[in-house]
């Protein structure tokens, strides 16, 4: 089942995917399961917004791809390396990155998201996927200079507009199965990697991360990116495709009107 989050008459709204409608659903499916209104509206009439805002935190893991880490001269970790994103930083299909003046180097990252569906602190890797409401396609875009000299990732990793999410939260997907995680920038493809590639399964980080922090339902975790991260410009059209999940697209612009 894939669920969208859009925008139709001034109302944003919550809704099932179904043949090019949207079977619309009562409220946030989150919190208040699948009731319909008994309402269908066509795909081409809405807006899609970013599937979900967190409600309090995106969790990162940093090089949880073998190759991406040596892309970059990085050592692999010997645990999960996580980070956080604010949720201000969430944006949704079709919006714009924008580039801060204060880098200049802005890479996009492709990845798989999980949405936390329920409270979860203390959880085991055996159950941690009964915790995740669904997935979606992500870009963990990053200022990679101030990465370097920052010395730790707030900034760089935190800027508005650099979680885009979407399209849609889809609720049946293999995180650790055969689907591979590509990113084309204006139509060539620069990433193409399976999620089984991954160091640390999706069950381990929540795991991992619950043992620390409390997740709340809606927050969401990146899993990490294969190699093959590069930069992007003003005027740039990125998209993470993601089998299964659909394909998130954005465009990139200066901080300044063009």
């Not at 040596?70 to 990155?97: H, M, Q, R, Y």
Request: aromatic share 6%.
């Amino acid at each position: 089942m894939k669920i969208v989050r859009f925008s139709h008459n001034d109302a944003i709204r919550y809704g099932i995917l179904d043949d090019g409608e949207l079977v619309v659903l009562s409220a946030d499916p989150l919190f208040a399961g699948f009731d319909t209104t008994g309402e269908r509206v066509p795909l081409g009439d809405v807006a899609l917004l970013a599937p979900v805002i967190p409600r309090s935190k995106v969790v990162c893991v940093g090089r949880n791809y073998r190759d991406h880490a040596s892309e970059l001269g990085n050592d692999v970790p010997t645990e999960p390396l996580l980070f956080f994103k604010p949720n201000t930083s969430v944006i949704g299909p079709g919006d714009a990155i924008v580039l801060p003046p204060q880098s200049e180097r802005v890479d996009f990252e492709g990845e798989v998201a999980a949405v936390i569906g329920r409270i979860a602190k203390n959880v085991s890797a055996d159950d941690a996927l009964d915790y995740v409401f669904g997935y979606t396609a992500a870009n963990d875009v990053t200022a990679r200079d101030l990465q370097r000299s920052d010395g730790q990732w707030a900034r760089a990793k935190g800027f508005d507009t650099f979680c885009p999410l979407g399209p849609a939260i889809e609720t049946d997907f293999d995180p650790a199965g055969s689907a591979r995680v590509r990113t084309r920038v204006n139509g060539e493809e620069r990433q193409n990697g399976p999620v089984s590639d991954m160091i640390f399964p999706l069950a381990d980080v929540i795991a991992y991360a619950s043992a620390a922090f409390t997740l709340l339902p809606g927050d969401v975790i990146l899993t990490g990116t294969p190699a093959g991260v590069g930069p992007l410009v003003a005027g740039d059209t990125v998209e993470v495709d993601v089998e299964g999940l659909g394909i998130l697209r954005n465009t990139v612009r200066s901080s300044s009107p063009m």
